[in-house]
């Protein structure tokens, strides 16, 4: 380890974001559409005045958004630099509209976003109605015809446990394997016009809750025997499952750490001066 290492401290972040413009997550050479990530690290490196790369929990396709999305950077900057202003603020106000940082902390040498993290949960929205509605066209995912919630509940009680997903992996992401520990998952109807699934697990493949809700959807329009999930579940074929739902409805929603990691990830805010 260099001695520039050695002085550098860990900073945690915590960012939400309207995923529609961007390419997603991860950097891409997608021309003039950007990602999340180098518009972040461009402003966070303005405000530092150093080169900053980021790690994740995880990425997001383009057009999917995250509500608690958790990072973290290296910096040579001490802490004190971080509570001498409002450094989200700051860094905020070098960003669009669509990108907003929410808290920072000062977080342990051990802690990595996207190693660290034990499970995340994620939900994807619907809004069943006869029309659609022109202000949830970017966050939600508009089915006119009404949808019967506990054919869907009946098909997610299957999700439950530990299974190989292979069937709901979308190609492009290297991965040792296809097992997964899905700890929850659920349709709420949660407003008058507009149901919410609802998904907790160890781990998601690409594009595994797009593929599920949009296997599941279909199923429920074709009044298919339910049985017919549990069978594309097992066949670990991608070619048996169906299209994925459309990204705009999907949020990353919450990512869960250890708890000793936690509680070392100290909150970090402007020192106020005594009145």
Not at 19 to 44: I, P
Not at 98 to 121: C, L, M, N, Q
Not at 135 to 146: D, P, T
Not at 176 to 190: D, F, N, S
Request: hydrophobic share 35%.
């Amino acid at each position: 380890m260099t001695a520039e290492n050695r002085n550098k401290i860990k900073i945690k972040f915590i960012v939400s974001y309207d995923g529609t413009d961007y390419c997603g997550w991860q950097k891409q050479n997608h021309g003039h559409v950007k990602s999340v990530a180098y518009v972040l690290e461009k402003a966070l490196s303005s405000i530092l005045n150093e080169e900053i790369g980021l790690y994740a929990s995880g990425r997001t396709d383009a057009g999917v958004h995250a509500a608690n999305q958790v990072c973290h950077f290296e910096t040579t900057k001490p802490e004190s630099f971080f509570t001498n202003i409002d450094f989200a603020w700051a860094v905020n106000s070098k960003l669009p509209a669509s990108i907003v940082i929410k808290d920072i902390w000062r977080a342990p040498g051990e802690f990595h976003s996207t190693i660290s993290s034990e499970y995340k949960t994620y939900r994807y929205i619907v809004y069943n109605s006869d029309r659609p509605s022109v202000f949830l066209s970017r966050y939600a995912h508009w089915i006119r015809n009404a949808i019967d919630v506990d054919y869907l509940n009946s098909l997610s009680a299957m999700l439950i446990g530990t299974h190989d997903f292979k069937s709901f992996q979308s190609v492009g992401s290297e991965v040792p394997h296809t097992v997964r520990t899905i700890y929850r998952a659920q349709w709420l109807k949660t407003k008058k016009n507009t149901l919410e699934f609802r998904i907790t697990g160890s781990g998601f493949l690409k594009q595994m809750v797009r593929n599920i809700v949009g296997t599941q959807l279909f199923l429920e329009r074709t009044k298919e025997d339910p049985k017919s999930f549990a069978q594309i579940i097992a066949a670990k074929d991608r070619q048996q499952a169906k299209a994925p739902a459309p990204p705009q409805g999907l949020y990353l929603w919450k990512v869960y750490y250890p708890k000793n990691l936690e509680s070392q990830c100290r909150l970090l805010k402007k020192i106020r001066p005594s009145q």
